[in-house]
């Protein structure tokens, strides 16, 4: 894992350029993410933007103490402005050098803001695939992140991610396949219709 402080804005960026693309008519489509729907999903991303900024700046409340519940988020009137709104004050907040040092808290856990950081960025890359993924756009993301990522998810050795089981892959596959599918994903997931 990367010991130096990563800038999250870029995979915050790039969810962020997805949302045009999210038609109101799919906010009840399948993701990646087993009974989470796309509209879920916003929820999520959101609340986590939210989370890891309080995280980051320690300060703990209500964000920072409840544990993540994707499935059952609800996404709330006016997200296209709040939610890009929370992701770039997520990656402010990251952008403190003393943010990743000395211990936070994130989704009811006490950690150091070193891994704080990267489980926030590995939310991002990940749930930025899922979403990518759900809605039908491209998807590609910085080698560090995904290094960065992967070696986060290893770093569980056998347990499965908090977003599943590793799904298995062959040791030459893409950066990128390798990544998602220790976060629980196939790599190869298509929206059924």
């Known amino acids: 894992m990367d010991t130096q402080p990563l800038d999250l804005e870029p995979a915050a960026r790039r969810i962020t350029a997805q949302l045009d693309a999210v038609d109101d008519g799919a906010l009840g489509a399948a993701t990646p993410c087993p009974g989470v729907t796309v509209g879920a999903l916003l929820a999520h991303i959101e609340g986590l933007a939210v989370a890891?900024?309080?995280?980051?700046?320690?300060?703990?409340?209500?964000?920072?103490d409840s544990a993540p519940s994707v499935e059952s988020g609800v996404l709330e009137t006016g997200w296209r402005t709040t939610l890009p709104t929370a992701?770039?004050?997520?990656?402010?907040a990251w952008r403190a050098p003393d943010a990743?040092?000395?211990?936070?808290?994130?989704?009811?856990?006490?950690?150091?803001?070193?891994?704080?950081?990267m489980v926030a960025l590995n939310e991002l890359v990940l749930h930025g695939w899922d979403l990518a993924k759900a809605t039908g756009q491209p998807f590609d993301a910085e080698d560090a992140h995904l290094r960065n990522t992967l070696a986060l998810l290893a770093d569980q050795?056998?347990?499965?991610?908090?977003f599943g089981p590793p799904v298995p892959v062959?040791?030459?596959?893409?950066?990128?396949?390798?990544?998602?599918?220790r976060g629980g994903r196939r790599p190869d997931w298509r929206p059924e219709g």
Do not use: H, I, Y
């Open 52 to 64: 890891f900024r309080d995280a980051a700046r320690k300060e703990p409340g209500p964000a920072t």
């Open 87 to 92: 992701l770039d004050g997520m990656v402010a």
């Open 100 to 117: 990743w040092e000395g211990m936070t808290r994130a989704g009811g856990v006490d950690l150091p803001g070193q891994v704080a950081g």
């Open 157 to 162: 050795g056998d347990d499965p991610s908090p």
């Open 170 to 181: 062959a040791g030459d596959a893409p950066l990128l396949d390798r990544a998602v599918a």
